[in-house]
């Protein structure tokens, strides 16, 4: 990029734009582990480290207050960055808080906001330990840090995947995606005709998982109960396919996923099919699941094979064989991180 010429954010994307502005950065402390480009950058502290991770929540860009309550964003701003804690086998400890606020917000819907905030806080055992507050122009911003503890040998980086390591994944995937559709579809009906009452067909399920999604702190505990570290490990906050990119690409690994093991919820599949949406498509590329997707060496399959909401969904490859979709039919498509369409 020369001087005195303009370009686009667009032209780079969200990772080339990271990588363009801190490619001049380069770390100058030895307590620093890891920097830029995990879920969370981890710094050494004695026998433990600490791990650190933050995340930016902008109205009309991350949530629509049309749709979403403002105690349970409060909820979901501080888990998905608690994800982001856990995605590196690590346990959140604190979190710090700050918003921008235009006047259109008052003192009690901002106290909706942090009841949400103080039942996540309750649920996971964080604590709330300082943020920063100032106005905006327009709408709510939300910007939480994440401080959690990890042992460094326990800790898990996107970085550690192997060839013949088993590919998991929690829970299941593509059911937030559907229930924002649902929701959108409502806003835009209720926009023209405000005295129809919302009708979410009592789709519990994908609704819940959009607006009030939890972290997967069981499954650490898991981990360290079976005495399993798996060999990488990402949060799926963008969709399967993206997270299994950045897995490859900071492993320098391949991987082929078995379209039969990718788990996704009945309630899910079902609304997917009446909104002529892929099921697969959606856990592909859906997004804001916050499960965990990570890799574990084979001897370790004992290990996953009998706990409960684990499902084996492939294998890692060489580089060189790419990134691979085995469909049910027995195709082999090449994965697209931002997505692979079967229509
Ligand atoms: P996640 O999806 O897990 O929250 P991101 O994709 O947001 O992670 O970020 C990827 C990496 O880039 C992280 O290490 C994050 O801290 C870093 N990062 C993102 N934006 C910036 C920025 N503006 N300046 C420095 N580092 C950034
Ligand atoms: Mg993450």
């Known amino acids: 990029m020369q001087e005195g010429q303009r370009t686009d954010v667009n032209t780079l994307g969200e990772f080339g734009l990271i990588d363009h502005l801190t490619k001049e950065f380069p770390l100058q402390q030895p307590s620093t582990i890891k920097g830029i480009g995990d879920d969370a950058a981890v710094i050494e502290n004695g026998d433990l480290c600490t791990v650190v991770s933050t995340d930016m929540l902008v109205e009309g860009i991350h949530f629509d207050l049309a749709y979403m309550p403002l105690k349970h964003l409060g909820y979901k701003s501080v888990v998905v960055n608690l994800s982001d804690i ?21 003192v009690e819907s901002l106290g909706e906001l942090y009841e949400g905030i103080r039942l996540a806080c309750e649920m996971y055992q964080v604590d709330l330990v300082g943020g920063d507050t100032c106005s905006s122009p327009k709408g709510l911003t939300i910007s939480i840090t994440a401080i959690g503890q990890g042992e460094k040998n326990r800790l898990c980086y996107r970085s550690g995947a192997k060839v013949g390591d088993l590919i998991c994944i929690t829970g299941d995937l593509g059911a937030a995606y559907l229930g924002l559709q649902l929701l959108e579809r409502e806003k835009q009906i209720w926009e023209k005709h405000p005295d129809i009452q919302p009708d979410l067909e009592d789709q519990k399920y994908v609704v819940g998982r959009q607006l009030k999604p939890e972290a997967r702190r069981d499954m650490i505990e898991t981990f ?22 950045h897995i490859c690409k900071q492993s320098g690994v391949g991987a082929l996923i078995e379209e039969s093991g990718i788990p996704i919820n009945q309630e899910a599949q079902l609304l997917a099919l009446k909104f002529k949406l892929d099921p697969v498509t959606c856990a592909l590329n859906g997004g804001e699941d916050y499960e965990l997707l990570f890799t574990i060496n084979p001897n370790d399959v004992e290990k996953v094979k009998y706990l409960p909401d684990i499902y084996i969904a492939g294998e890692i490859l060489q580089a060189k064989e790419g990134i691979k ?15 692979w369409v079967h229509f």
């Open 86 to 106: 856990y995605a590196m086998n690590a346990t959140p400890k604190q979190i710090t808080v700050s918003i921008a606020i235009s006047n259109r917000f008052s």
């Open 224 to 245: 360290q109960k079976s005495a399993l570290i798996p060999t990488s490990m990402i949060d799926i906050s963008d969709g399967l396919a993206s997270e299994i990119f």
């Open 325 to 339: 979709l085995n469909t049910k039919g027995g195709n082999l498509h090449d994965l697209k991180a931002q997505g």
